[in-house]
């Protein structure tokens, strides 16, 4: 072949060659290619081989060592034979977008809901009675394996707890006023949930009120505690209400809850009031009885006041509060039943003549005593009774009819009661003094 003639057939190759390359082509057959792609592959048996690589890091695009090449780089699709890649799952077809993007393939394990983040429009945690409010669920991590979620409205112990119907996609919709919380639970057993509170509004007035006890019961002993409930109707009032002895103050107390606590035997009348301005009331009367006592509890007087004490173990314990005049403070939040609140420092030297402050020893022996105990009358003593709260820093009472603290021997010790008994080492608060014999 001459020089020109080879010269002339290169110069084809070129033009026609070029011209190829921008053409629409099938492999596999001799139909021509679906209108709609450069690159039509047809086979019965056989497949596309993507490069196998391993990938680090889905947010590395590890293929050039040139940055910018990343940007052009989006749409690639390789298959990634690494088990362990940072933010992926494991091996399976990868699809750059920006990061490695999860296209198919098994992933190397389920991946369980870790968090969920609920919002709502505007940050709202109230909706009108009637209305309807949209919660929505972000699921943590986003390629969770199963980020379904269900919803769900929870019961409520509060006596004005409100009500809400809550369908599979989060709408809420209020149907009485209150306060309630609803749930967003992760389904793939991961045991992962989000709690989100809000108020259902009233909007009317209350037309009526009726009050019923926890028990069904009328009457309380004397150092135990009843629980009384309002209803307000209708639904969509404003449920909330005030709660007050009228009658037979020395006789018992109710707190703002409406519980009822037995102070001394007789008649008590519990009114619960409502607070929407309706000024709609309803009484109760509440009978207090004698206050159960161990049989081996014994009378002691001490300073001028009797103070009943019972043996537990090897300590000889009050059983009622010290009564003392240099106490910060006197009473229980709504009267004076004789309950007296000091300083670590004051409580340290107040107890009479011949008892003292408990120390960690006999503390833990009536803790264990009494939490073991199955002898109702018994838990009572240390429970029921005396869960009168604290004088608080701030000058005000602070969890009535929840907490029962006593001061221990050692500056700034004590030992409580909150659903279970702890003792504890730092306080900068008023406490109650139980002393023990010195025996």
């Known amino acids: 072949m001459t020089k020109k003639t080879s010269f002339l057939f290169l110069l084809f190759l070129i033009v026609f060659g070029t011209a190829n390359l921008y053409a629409q082509v099938t492999i596999g057959s001799d139909e021509e290619p679906h209108s709609g792609a450069i690159l039509d592959l047809k086979s019965d048996n056989k497949g596309l081989k993507l490069p196998s690589v391993s990938l680090s890091d889905t947010a590395v695009f590890q293929l050039s060592a040139n940055p910018s090449d990343a940007v052009s780089a989006k749409g690639m699709m390789v298959y990634n034979t690494n088990d362990n890649t940072t933010g992926g799952r494991g091996q ?32 709202a945690s109230t909706v009108n ?30 006596l004005i707890a409100g009500k809400v119907v809550v369908n599979d996609t989060g709408l809420v919709i209020g149907v009485k006023s209150g306060g309630v919380t609803v749930r967003a639970s992760a389904i793939d057993g991961s045991g992962a949930y989000r709690d989100f509170t809000l108020t259902v509004l009233p909007t009317d007035v209350a037309t009526g009120i009726s009050l019923s006890s926890e028990t069904g019961a009328d009457s309380v002993k004397a150092g135990r505690t009843l629980q009384l409930m309002a209803m307000v109707t209708p639904d969509h009032a404003n449920p909330n209400v005030k709660w007050e002895v009228t009658d037979g ?5 109710v707190s703002t809850a409406g519980v009822v606590t037995g102070v001394s035997e007789g008649e008590a009348t519990i009114q619960a009031r409502t607070m929407d301005g309706s000024a709609l009331s309803v009484d109760t009367v509440v009978k207090v009885t004698a206050r159960e006592m161990p049989s081996d509890t014994v009378g002691v007087l001490l300073n001028g006041v009797w103070y009943l004490t019972r043996k537990f173990g090897n300590t000889t314990w009050m059983i009622d509060p010290l009564k003392c005049d240099t106490a910060i403070k006197k009473g229980n939040g709504v009267e004076d039943t004789g309950y007296h609140y000091f300083s670590s420092q004051q409580a340290q030297n107040i107890c009479p003549s011949g008892w003292a402050l408990p120390n960690d020893t006999q503390a833990q022996e009536l803790i264990d005593y009494v939490t073991w105990s199955t002898v109702t009358v018994e838990k009572d003593l240390w429970v029921s009774k005396d869960r009168v709260g604290y004088w608080s820093s701030a000058s005000v009472f602070a969890e009535l009819n929840v907490t029962a603290p006593y001061w221990l021997e050692g500056t700034n010790r004590y030992f409580s009661y909150n659903g279970s008994w702890k003792i504890h080492t730092w306080a900068a608060y008023a406490f109650m003094v139980k002393c023990v014999k010195d025996e």
């Open 92 to 123: 399976g077809i990868y699809t750059w977008n920006g990061t490695w993007i999860y296209s198919g393939g098994a992933p190397r394990a389920d991946i369980p809901v870790s968090r969920i983040v609920i919002t709502s429009p505007e940050n």
């Open 129 to 158: 009675y009637g209305d309807a409010l949209k919660l929505t669920a972000n699921v943590l991590p986003a390629d969770a394996s199963n980020p379904k979620l269900a919803w769900s409205a929870l019961w409520s112990s509060s």
């Open 249 to 253: 103050e020395k006789v018992a107390s």
